[in-house]
């Protein structure tokens, strides 16, 4: 079947690029194409201020050595990177602005004393999340450096790509499971997507809390995994003590996804609602739908379907 809407989503890591080719719409996606290609060690590696992208040249022919695998014509991609790229966090403005612009100027100088970034050289964006009775505002906002960003750009644009959205992986992994996310109005979102642990908490359809760990050669009976996320629990119900919460959404490899549930449950006491990278997607014929081949795309599936 021949869909006239597609979508390229690619995440990079240390590890590698891999690539996604969606077809369909948002509401019936349909999982076209994969890619992978994996880098010699130190061609990129993930920082927020240091220089990620040491070899540019070499990513640069990965990147085209994958894409071309998709056999597609289109160049524009939507790129997902490791949470340890970026910061992203939660934010209370009285203020009123009226337009973008002016949105992005509050929250700098509300920043200006906690940036872990200089503020000439931190990009800088948000999303409205609600607009209170009292007239505050709460937003999502991210921030990561911009040389950072130029220089995964411009590795693209060397492999003749052109950059579209670009965004943290712990967001693309809710992007991936909305289907069966937007199912739950309260949650935790917990996964840990290979060396980072993610925790995001979702009340009345609304963040309230989020947490990035990124934990090197961890293990999923690393005691430090259970001590992370039930830290962040209590620290979170600390900030918000009337909210109740029943259920966590768990995301994990499939070789270990049930002991991380269980660890997740005895860390939280919620009830686990288990994710992975197939849920709402349709195949094509000659695409594997085993989940353990299709895991270490998740992050690239999620950024691909934000283009359709």
Same mark, same amino acid.
């Given at each position: 079947?021949? &869909?006239?809407?597609?979508?390229?989503?690619?995440?990079?890591?240390?590890?590698?690029?891999?690539?996604?080719?969606?077809?369909?719409?948002? =509401?019936?996606?349909?999982?076209?194409?994969?890619?992978?290609?994996? &880098?010699?060690?130190?061609?990129?590696?993930?920082?927020? +201020?240091?220089? %990620?992208?040491?070899?540019?040249?070499?990513? *640069?022919?990965?990147?085209?050595?994958?894409?071309?695998?998709?056999?597609?014509?289109?160049? /524009?991609?939507?790129?997902?990177?490791?949470?340890?790229?970026? /910061? !992203?966090?939660?934010? %209370?403005?009285?203020?009123?602005?009226?337009?973008?612009?002016?949105?992005?100027?509050?929250?700098?100088?509300?920043? =200006?004393?906690?940036?872990?970034?200089?503020?000439?050289? !931190?990009? #800088?964006?948000?999303?409205?999340?609600?607009?209170?009775?009292?007239?505050?505002?709460?937003?999502?906002?991210?921030?990561?450096?911009?040389?950072?960003?130029?220089?995964?750009?411009?590795?693209?644009?060397?492999?003749?790509?052109?950059?579209?959205? @670009?965004?943290?992986?712990?967001?693309? #992994?809710?992007?991936?499971?909305?289907?069966?996310?937007?199912?739950?109005?309260?949650? !935790? &979102?917990?996964?840990?997507?290979?060396?980072?642990?993610?925790?995001?908490?979702?009340?009345?359809?609304?963040?309230?809390?989020?947490?990035?760990?990124?934990?090197?050669?961890?293990?999923?009976?690393?005691?430090?995994?259970?001590?992370?996320?039930? %830290?962040?629990?209590?620290? +979170?119900?600390?900030?918000?003590?009337?909210?109740?919460?029943?259920?966590?959404?768990?995301?994990?490899?499939?070789?270990?996804?049930?002991? &991380?549930?269980?660890?997740? *449950?005895? *860390?939280? $006491?919620?009830? @686990?609602?288990?994710?992975?990278?197939?849920?709402?997607?349709?195949?094509?014929?000659?695409?594997?739908? %085993?989940?353990?081949?299709?895991?270490?795309?998740?992050? *690239?599936?999620?950024?691909?379907?934000? $283009?359709?």
């Amino acid at each position: 079947m021949i &869909f006239k809407k597609k979508s390229i989503g690619v995440e990079v890591s240390a590890s590698g690029v891999a690539f996604a080719l969606t077809g369909g719409t948002g =509401k019936a996606p349909v999982l076209e194409r994969t890619a992978i290609r994996l &880098f010699p060690a130190g061609v990129v590696t993930p920082s927020l +201020c240091d220089t %990620n992208v040491t070899e540019p040249q070499k990513m *640069a022919e990965y990147i085209r050595e994958a894409f071309n695998l998709l056999i597609y014509a289109g160049n /524009r991609v939507h790129i997902s990177l490791p949470d340890s790229v970026g /910061r !992203a966090m939660l934010m %209370n403005l009285e203020e009123r602005f009226k337009s973008r612009s002016e949105g992005i100027d509050l929250i700098r100088w509300k920043l =200006k004393k906690n940036m872990p970034l200089e503020l000439a050289d !931190a990009h #800088l964006d948000y999303k409205l999340l609600n607009t209170r009775e009292n007239g505050e505002i709460s937003l999502l906002v991210c921030m990561v450096s911009k040389a950072v960003i130029e220089q995964y750009e411009n590795a693209f644009l060397e492999a003749g790509l052109s950059p579209g959205t @670009i965004n943290l992986n712990i967001f693309n #992994l809710c992007r991936t499971n909305e289907q069966k996310l937007e199912l739950i109005d309260s949650y !935790a &979102f917990i996964c840990l997507y290979y060396n980072h642990l993610g925790i995001m908490i979702i009340s009345n359809n609304e963040p309230v809390f989020i947490r990035f760990k990124k934990l090197p050669e961890v293990s999923i009976t690393d005691s430090r995994l259970h001590n992370e996320i039930r %830290n962040s629990m209590l620290l +979170c119900h600390k900030q918000h003590p009337a909210m109740t919460l029943a259920k966590a959404a768990c995301l994990a490899h499939p070789a270990v996804s049930r002991q &991380f549930c269980e660890m997740v *449950a005895n *860390a939280t $006491g919620l009830e @686990i609602v288990p994710l992975d990278a197939c849920h709402g997607l349709k195949f094509v014929p000659d695409v594997a739908e %085993n989940r353990e081949t299709l895991f270490p795309f998740s992050a *690239a599936i999620g950024a691909a379907l934000r $283009g359709l």
